[in-house]
């Protein structure tokens, strides 16, 4: 079946510096990859997304790579600002409306 | 906001108290989703309705009884819960055609069982 591991599961930076956040995933029919970003006592909001004929796509300050090859997504925020904590998660999906989702990580922004 | 609310925020019931979860969507959309949020399995999808029709159930427990009358409006019944259940209960919503899949997210009820 479908799985997506993500890692880290907690990652705390400096306000200014990156973060780096990356997903595997087991399914090669795989061929969307969305971001979302749940900040507290609210649901989880797409960010970013990409699908799998593309090799990276940016918007601002957020990135996401894929390498199909390898199986892995990676999003990458640069000069991250407090407002930028929050809990990532990533997904694919196959076929259909189904998403499989990674396990999140939390990200901290020290000021 | 998303365009996905969701009522209650919060819920407190006993195991053996019958209540609903309502979720609305004002985006269109024709698929609609229950996904369970705890500390056990961040985003676990419980229910997928595509045209008014469940089109998928992940081996929920039928103490969870989902409805959807209409493409704007989702339920989840429930009944006899146990304190097992007390997670956040996220309804998403999506268009069923095309390309344009993504889904929105409702900020969730928050459900205690004691």
């Known amino acids: 079946g479908e799985n997506v591991e993500q890692h880290p599961s907690t990652l705390s930076v400096q306000e200014g510096d990156s973060a780096v956040i990356k997903c595997t995933y087991s399914?090669?029919?795989?061929?969307?990859f969305p971001w979302y970003k749940q900040e507290l006592g609210k649901g989880p909001q797409l960010i970013i997304d990409i699908r799998s004929n593309v090799g990276e796509k940016k918007d601002q300050r957020i990135a996401v790579t894929l390498n199909k090859t390898a199986k892995h997504f990676s999003l990458h925020i640069t000069e991250t600002q407090p407002e930028d904590s929050a809990v990532y998660f990533c997904?694919?999906?196959?076929?259909?409306?189904?998403?499989?989702f990674g396990g999140g990580t939390r990200v901290l922004v020290k000021p | 906001e998303t365009g996905v609310t969701q009522t209650p925020r919060h819920l407190v019931m006993g195991m053996t108290n019958k209540k609903s979860l309502k979720c609305e969507q004002h985006l269109g959309h024709n698929a609609m989703y229950w996904y369970k949020q705890s500390a056990k399995k961040p985003l676990e999808l419980m229910f997928v309705?595509?045209?008014?029709?469940?089109?998928e159930n992940n081996s929920v427990p039928s103490r969870f009884s989902p409805e959807c009358p209409n493409s704007s409006h989702l339920f989840l019944h429930l009944h006899t819960l146990q304190p097992e259940d007390s997670a956040l209960y996220l309804c998403?919503?999506?268009?069923?055609?095309?390309?344009?899949?993504?889904?929105?997210f409702g900020p969730g009820t928050r459900l205690t069982v004691t």
């Open positions: 309705y595509s045209l008014e029709e469940r089109v």
């Open positions: 998403a919503s999506s268009q069923d055609r095309g390309t344009v899949r993504e889904q929105y």
């Open positions: 997904a694919e999906r196959a076929a259909g409306n189904k998403l499989t």
């Open positions: 399914d090669s029919a795989s061929n969307y």
